[in-house]
């Protein structure tokens, strides 16, 4: 029971990050450059 | 004391080394490459030097100043817009003439400039030698010798930026600017009277405005025409415009052109020095083998096949090493971790998923590796030229190709957005659908987890074949493109081709590190996340255990039952026709949300598939699992990695193919179905025919 509570919190976790991850608009490359974190794909 | 606050701009010809400037005087690492193009976005660094507090604006690189492109813009609207307090102009002393047309449209601007002459050694290379005092004297500003890719001149650079009251010097000592002649001088005269008048044009420079009027640059007219006396500037326009021409015979733009040029033409006779001693310069010895119209192509095939012998020699034994270690950890976990569902997620989930992801690290660091070494070395300009009249056949520009290589190096979203150096509207849609067909970094272990479990004798001749494949589908779809939606001819190919130079270990590092960390970002983070999603998706609802099972059996009937593979269920009438089982379309749709889930994917659905810790093949790496499969067959394995080539690209690409395209709903329908359509039916041709044929079976 409590094995499952923990999975369940992880997956919730896990879908409400990913969906930050995607509204942020993914990966860096997408973000644009930011010179203070500087994205390896700015082109 | 307090700091004071310099915006600086650099701006310069495509490949004049801007980002290598703009890295050494920020200490970014922004990313820089022998090649046009490279920046097509403004970027930010910063500095401080004698009390100044920097901020370094690298703008794309441009060889005007006109409307024609969305870098061009981006720069110019820059300059006027956001008023920097200087530009630096970097300038290639090697094309100094070329260079200085530039120049002659940044000096309209009325902005204070700094020269950076770059790239003084290539000079000196071609036995000629630039004269720093003349030219400062014939252009009226700071000229400074710079050699970017070695750091000399760049302390200088930024003394002169910084100099105490330069500024005010510049303002007092007025620039030398283009004499257009008496009857355009008075045609601008005309134009400039009409915009001072104007309140609502106040914020751009009214020469410039005026030149740019003459010139017919659209988003000048279109400026002038939103205000109130904007039908009297354009009539006044139209009148001069029709003067010039009947004056020279040639329209104003043509004779403006002309002008410039022989501005730049005269100050670069004036300030260019022959040597005594001439250097042996390499670049036209080696660019007459590997330009040659029989060599080009063929040349060019073997360093592909180079760069993918290169990767999979040196990288094998340490694939096989990190597979080991992650094989160690699951057996660690599983011992150490209580059965249960915990257990799983760790050893079935993370390790089983992410770790399959991982394990290719070593390959995708030798790839960028090999990559960037013949990049920075000149060699991948002259791909492009080689592959020009290629892509021509196909509808394609030859400029394309660069936006190729770059999703073929790390990823479809730069390769996207670098679509922005053609000018051409229609050839960078074109471009933009086709550049996802390219194997980027994140498809790039899918397709060696296949090889590997299925061609592991020909690994490097197969996965070659397999880029080649891609190119081919790109080329074919631009051709079935732009021979329906996307009608018309490419627009001329003009690109420079830069020098050759050995390039440096650090430089490829550095570039080789920076792709490679970005793989691991992202499998620690979004891939983590994805990953533990599938698996609650292939693990729940939880099924009772039947006694009568064997562990493996009910492990089976677990996944069979779970959402996802219910789900799957659904989805298997759609694609048993080309040979792939419902389950394993998980991970194709799950790879849509990042390619390299696909890999994640099957290696927790394969996990989870074998439970017994005291079973070899539980832990043994995921090709091996693949290739033990009795369900999977090479055939089976090469309709699998057609499809992955053809299906829409990842999530984050589509929303910058669909940014990029200008929101059209219609293009981005085109990519998503289109693409779908276009993979299922290739996959079924080859699935059948590869049968039928007894292929592979």
Known sequence: MIENIIIGLVVVVAVILAIKYFRKGGCDCAKGCDPKKKPPCCK | MKEKQLTVGLAGNPNSGKSTIFNALTGSNQHTGNYPGVTIEKKYGHKKHNDYSITFVDLPGTYSLSAYSDDEIIARDFIIKDKPDLIVDVIDASNLERNLYLFTQIRELNIPIVIALNMVDILETKGLSANVKKLSDLLGLPVIPIVGNKGTGINDLLDTITQTGWLEHTAAHPLAKVDYGTDIANEISKLEELIQKEPSLAEYPKTWLSIKLLDNDPIAIKIAAQTLSGAKILDQNEKSRNHIKEHFGESAEAKIAEYRYGFASSVTKTAIEKLDKKKIDITPIIDRVVLNRFLGLPIFAAVMFLIFAFTFTVSTPLVDLFEQFFELCGTFFTNVIPEGQIQSLVVDGLIGGVGGVLSFFPLVLFMFFAIAFFEDSGYMARAAFVMDKIMNKFGLHGKSFLPMMISTNGCAVPGIMATRTLDSKRDRLVTMFVSPFMICGAKLPIFVLFVGAFFAEHQSTVMFLMYVLSVCIALTAAKILTKTVLKGEPAHFVMELPPYHIPTLKGILLKMWERGWMYIKKAGTIIVLLTIILWAGFRYPATDEDPNLSPDENAAVQI???????????????????????????????????????????????????????????????????????????????????????????????????????????????????????????????FRLGTLLKIGV
Do not use: M
């Not at chain 2, 789900?567 to 949300?593: F, H, M, N, R």
């Not at chain 2, 929101?663 to 039916?681: D, F, M, Q, R, Y």
């Open chain 2, 560 to 686: 069979e039952h779970s959402y996802l593979g219910s789900l799957s269920t659904v989805i298997e009438p759609l694609v048993k026709p080309i040979g792939i089982d419902g389950q394993k379309t998980i991970a194709l749709i799950a790879g849509l949300a990042a390619k390299e889930v696909v890999v994640s994917t099957l290696g927790t659905l394969y996990s989870l598939g074998e439970v017994d810790p005291e079973d070899e093949e539980a832990t043994s790496p995921l090709k091996e699992k693949l290739a033990n499969d009795p369900d999977w067959s090479p055939l089976k394995a090469i309709v699998f990695l057609i499809f992955c080539l053809i299906y829409p690209p990842c999530v984050v690409a589509v929303t910058v193919f669909y940014r990029e395209t200008g929101s059209k709903i219609k293009w981005l329908l085109l990519l998503v179905l289109g693409n779908t359509t276009a993979a299922w039916i290739i996959s079924f041709l080859v």
